[in-house]
């Protein structure tokens, strides 16, 4: 009686010693760990597809067949998918990885320099507001207009003739001026200008205004006066709008990308 169930206790033992060994968590490469994250991911593009991969292990099932085991952060959520690839699949992989040069702290920090998309929040609220901007957003749709708000992770863009409303999480590019050239030594050329350019209005208005002229063809030159005095003061008073209007004309942009979609588009064509 107790010879068969030793006999069966055992089989079952060999069993699960067999299944347990068939289902090794494997280490892809000397290169990466028995565990790779985030970091070694995007290094060494080890599933590409995997968007916002947290960590991935490989887990061999038999001799021909393994099983990727992928968890996952999508919009605030930790999901867990499985994946399956053959000993061909695993193999190639595998030499794509061992190929590729060692993943140190330098190489971390040069890679996370371009990864502009990792912090687009941060430098969406921290840019001055109101400036001309130029954005790609929701798969190749160009925008542009003046920035003047963002709230909720929601940019508003004044175009000529509505607000627009663009999410951040559709944002692909967006170019602008995180600061403002000084062009100081310009601002005395440019006022003189205003004015100048106000009078020079003014003296067409005067002429196409005969009422400035008595009854007996004389010209009224209180009123003229006035008009052209009226004329410098207004060019005056929008020549610090054009003062900043060309000095963000004469700064140049910076085009930042900040979708992950768009930089590898951009950087593994």
């Not at 001309?132 to 929601?154: M, Q, R, Y």
Request: proline residues 3%; without cysteine; glycine residues 6%.
């Amino acid at each position: 009686m107790f010879k068969p169930m030793l006999k069966y206790t055992l089989s079952a033992l060999i069993f699960l010693g067999v299944l347990g060994a068939q289902t090794d968590v494997i280490i892809l490469s000397d290169n990466v760990g028995a565990e790779i994250d985030e970091h070694e991911n995007r290094f060494y593009r080890v599933f590409p597809e995997e968007k916002g991969l947290v960590d991935a292990q490989i887990v061999r099932i038999n001799e021909n067949k393994y099983r990727i085991l992928v968890v996952k952060n999508v919009n605030g959520k930790i999901t867990k998918v499985r994946r399956y690839i053959d000993q061909g699949e695993f193999d190639t992989l595998k030499q794509y990885v061992d190929l590729q040069p060692r993943f140190t702290e330098e190489e971390k920090i040069a890679m996370y320099e371009g990864m502009d998309f990792l912090r687009a929040e941060k430098i969406v609220n921290e840019i001055s507001k109101p400036q001309f901007v130029v954005l790609l957003h929701s798969g190749k749709k160009k925008l542009k207009g003046t920035l003047f708000n963002v709230e909720d992770n929601v940019l508003y863009i004044q175009t000529p003739t509505t607000i627009e409303m663009v999410s951040l999480n559709s944002l692909d590019k967006l170019s602008y001026r995180a600061t403002i050239g000084e062009y100081e030594y310009l601002r005395p050329y440019i006022y003189g200008a205003s004015g100048a350019t106000g009078l020079a209005l003014a003296r067409l208005y005067n002429e196409q205004r005969p009422t400035l002229y008595n009854d007996f063809g004389i010209p009224r030159n209180d009123l003229i006066r006035y008009t052209q005095l009226f004329g410098i003061v207004i060019g005056l008073i929008f020549s610090s709008e054009v003062f900043d209007a060309v000095s963000t004309l004469l700064t140049p942009a910076e085009t930042i990308i900040l979708s992950e979609a768009e930089y590898e588009s951009q950087n593994f064509k």
